[in-house]
């Protein structure tokens, strides 16, 4: 049940009381909290474009460095979490996290290489079929991602990218017409790639409905899951979606340019002929290190791995990891739901007509995030907010992206921001 429906109150108590009573609250003394000049712990609510450092990153990297120095290559083996399997350790977290089964999911590389990984797989234009449906506002490195392999193919980005705009005067994107241009250019469509929560208006999409809408229309569906990963439960095996990839620096914690996540539908799991680009990792763990074997890929999401993986990176994951385990990501979804909510009733009491969300009303339509548009603010008003401790994230022309943060954001956290916010717009 989602308790969405509550009696809001704009109160230092009010806030107080809600942090006493949430039963995720101790999750907040897990994090570094980074500190302002003055050594008061920031406002912190970027999470949605690097994670806060959990604690217990620190003592995982140091049992890598350690075993390392005492070891060298038998760490393969005999580090106390052996390097040769390390990736291993994270399945079960991640492809909690995102909804999966453990062999449709694994920890490789980067995001955008995980996306082109997929795309050599699951884009196989035809010249009857040959377009990819993206988003308009999608993510920058999506677009020339997308738009690389179209060319990589010998097609034109111009003729076969289909970028989806919101309505005029419309933000975000409606289901209507996302159905209306699939259902109408499907049979020309070889992929369907959209972020499943957008980076810019936060708003979230229904991966299942998409999917099925794709599928009917025999396309490729693959999600781009970058800000939805950690932030909202994305059942990822259940909407049916043939790849996802997504990161883990920003609502998972893992640090810095962290290694990213790729899932892989299981009905794709046994065909050992789809193309890939291959290498060593990918590989058959029993034959692996017998050099001479043909290629022969794991089943399942592992088979598409290429190298042996930073152990560094993924000790980091590791740590940050055993939070979501902990925690749950229905529990996390529950108070995401009342601290945005929280955080969108402050804004509106402030009652100011130069504000506009942008992101959904409807809190099933997004996560965490709540994009907020200041008309005719200027940065000034974001650089005022920075200077009193605030840290989020600005997009020209005007808008703040506000991402409170359920592991380690508080309801003092978001009422805290609220006064200075009211005294930053008075000014
Ligand atoms: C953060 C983000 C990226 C970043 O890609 P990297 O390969 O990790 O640098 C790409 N796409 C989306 C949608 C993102 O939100």
Redesign the pocket.
Known sequence: MERTRIAYQASLEFARQMDRQDPLKQFRSHFHLPQQPNGQPCLYFCGNSLGLQPRGVRAAVEEVLHDWERMGVEGHFHARHPWMPYHEFLTRAMAGVVGARPQEVVVMN????NLHLMMVSFYRPSPQRHKILIEYDA?P??KYAVESQIRFHGYDPAEALIELRPRPGEACLRMEDIAEVIESQGNEIALILF?VTN?YTGQLLDMQAITRLGHAQGCVVGF?C??GAGNVPLQLHQSGADFAVW?SY?YLNSGPGSL?GCFVHERHAHQPDLPRFAGWWGHNKQTRFQMRHAFDPIPGAEGWQLSNPPILSMAAIRASLELFEQAGMDQLRQKALLLTGYLEYLIDELKDERIHLITPRDPQARGCQLSVQVRNAGKQLFERLTAQGVVADWREPDVIRLAPVPLYNSFEDVYTFSTIFNNVLQA
């Open positions: 980067t995001l955008t290489v993510f490195s999506d972020g980076y781009d970058a800000h990161c920003k990213a």
